[in-house]
């Protein structure tokens, strides 16, 4: 049994997030575009079709849900939004004292992954670098090395990026290859680790971070 669209709202969009938001529209229309694929390639023997609700109802609802959620993402205005992210930046920047260790991945299927582990002491920072070989940038090494930065100034520079206003998830589903990265940053007080990653779509600052990371790649 299908949910109505005025049900939908009020337990899947109401007072929700702009990200919570933006991540029911990706689901939706993925939903679609397998239910459109289903019905034009529709198999008499498909048992799918043969339940309650059929695919073309489920695709007609799943429609009419993403309208609503549309006009509930149309109507988060932009002071709302920038509340929203100045919100997530002051939780982050309260909770940076707090970071154990930071792990980013980056790369691709012609680039190879660099990947980081930064852990921090407490009174340093100790990186570790897992650099995969390709035949373009020739890495084959691992190696363990002190942070360039003291504790101080890595954690003063990481708060100047802002990185709470990172969304969880930037992807380009028109590109295959590219570049795919993600970033995961733990706490030791309880809270849930900050997760952010994507495929070939990046945040604004994503460079700064990349420089933060020491991430040089003529070495």
Known sequence: MMISPEIYYENNLKNKSYDHIEKEIKALNENIEALENKIKNHNNNDID???????????????KYLEEAIKALENYNEDEYEKYKSSKITNFNENIAYIEKIE??????????DIRLVEIMPDHIVMHIDRSYNEFRGWDKITKKDFPYNKEVFLEKLSSLNLGAWENDYTNDDIVDGTQWDLKISYNNGIKPFLSGGSNVFPDNYEEFIDLMAMDYSK
């Open 104 to 113: 980013f991945i980056e790369g691709g299927y012609l680039t190879g992954n």
């Open 49 to 63: 079709f043969q339940i309650d609700p059929s695919p073309e109802t489920r695709l007609s609802m799943y429609k």
